[in-house]
């Protein structure tokens, strides 16, 4: 059974960093590609980042380019995503999701099959 586990989220103020984790089990992720996406109250939910299960190549949204660093431990089975420099406008429920495609263009949520619960991150202006 495929499961994803978010954490790491919470309240931080702006210019803060915060680290989320997505736990995976039910598959590894040598054959996965891990999509991290947000949803801010009242907006659609936007891909944010994702990492490839080939070669660890990356996608990064302009929104969090050079903020945002996406990474796996394949030991672990955990997806990271380190969140620096962070603005107001961060502030979202994060979600990692599985089984969908990671080509170094924008991510489409409907291309993923598998999704997390969801962890709230709050930056405080």
């Known amino acids: 059974q495929v499961q994803l586990v978010e954490s790491g989220g919470g309240l931080v103020p702006a210019g803060g960093s915060l680290r989320l984790s997505c736990e995976v089990s039910?598959?590894?992720?040598?054959?996965?590609?891990i999509g991290w996406f947000r949803q801010a109250p009242g907006k659609e939910r936007e891909g944010v980042s994702c990492?490839?299960?080939?070669?660890?190549?990356?996608y990064y949204a302009d929104s969090v380019k050079g903020r945002f660093t996406i990474s796996r431990d394949n030991a672990k089975n955990t997806v990271y995503l380190q969140m620096n420099s962070l603005k107001p406008e961060d502030t979202a429920v994060y979600y990692c999701?599985?089984?969908?495609?990671?080509?170094?263009?924008?991510?489409?949520?409907?291309?993923?099959?598998?999704w997390g619960q969801g962890t709230q991150v709050t930056v405080s202006s």
């Open positions: 999701a599985t089984d969908g495609p990671c080509t170094g263009r924008p991510l489409k949520d409907y291309e993923y099959d598998f």
């Open positions: 990492i490839s299960f080939t070669d660890g190549s990356t």
């Open positions: 039910g598959f590894t992720l040598d054959y996965y590609p």
